[in-house]
């Protein structure tokens, strides 16, 4: 399958992309038919230099089946070389990764009780309140112990 996608070049921490024709099998950054243009995201937004396409070759490549990447597709949608593409929704973006993984995680065991039994989740329930207030019973208690011994050590 012939993609168009973002090749990258340049040093560490200063990128340049190439944008390129290729099939999907090869690397990022290896083989490709034909290189249509050229993105720097170090330039700023306002600067002709931060994009370069040949708009030509772009729509024959298009007409052939190729099929652009998301953030190619963005460059050719503000070019205005094909429609640009509704903005996908990825609530999860905005959650720094580990947290991510502790939410899943959270969201499966919530899942795997919802599929048990509804009567044995809601008994558990009732279960757990009389510990919960025992615990906040205990814990003024020990509060008033720890309150206590320094007061006893200034003596």
Do not use: C, H
């Not at 090869?26 to 600067?47: C, H, M």
């Not at 509704?86 to 502790?102: L, S, T, Y």
């Not at 309140?129 to 050590?153: G, I, L, N, Y």
């Amino acid at each position: 399958m012939l993609k168009l996608r973002l090749s990258r070049g340049g040093t560490k921490k200063r990128p340049v992309y190439k944008v390129v024709v290729a099939d999907s099998r090869f690397a990022r950054d290896g083989r490709f038919i034909e290189k249509v243009g050229f993105f720097n995201p170090l330039l700023p937004k306002e600067k002709k230099e931060r994009i370069g396409l040949e708009a030509e070759r772009i729509k024959y490549w298009l007409g052939q089946g190729a099929q652009p990447t998301t953030r190619v597709a963005r460059i050719l949608g503000e070019n205005e070389l094909m429609p640009m593409p509704a903005n996908g929704n990825n609530p999860q973006k905005a959650i720094p990764k580990k947290d991510r993984k502790k939410e899943s995680s959270q969201d499966a065991k919530k899942d795997e009780t919802a599929k048990s039994d509804a009567v044995p989740a809601a008994e558990a329930k009732k279960e757990e309140a009389p510990k919960a207030e025992a615990k906040k019973e205990e814990a003024p208690k020990a509060e008033a112990k720890k309150e206590e011994a320094p007061k006893e050590e200034k003596k």
